[in-house]
């Protein structure tokens, strides 16, 4: 049905971070009984981000390269705007 190779591997371990993202932040929200971002959703964020423009650039996908160029410094600034603040 599917022929997973390397690069389909790639694609769903960085779809698998970009969700945890989400997981780590819904669950420190409730942990803190507010809204808040952890600094590991930043980097599920990036990790998962550099895998799926991998990914698309291995699929030669200009819509998904587009949509997850951008985000790759976005979070990267985020990151580093938290270190720096440290």
């Known amino acids: 049905m599917f022929n997973f190779d390397l690069f389909m591997i790639v694609g769903l ?5 970009f969700s945890m993202r989400f997981i780590v932040q819904w669950l420190a929200s409730e942990r803190a009984g ?4 952890p600094f590991s959703f930043w980097v599920f964020s ?5 895998l799926l423009l ?5 699929r030669r996908d200009p819509i998904f390269i587009l949509g997850q160029a951008p985000n790759l410094l976005i979070y990267s600034r985020n990151i580093w705007l938290i270190k720096r603040g440290k």
């Open 13 to 17: 371990i960085g779809q698998g971070m």
């Open 54 to 58: 991998l990914y698309a650039v291995y």
């Open 46 to 50: 990036l990790g998962g981000s550099f």
């Open 34 to 37: 507010k809204s808040v971002i």
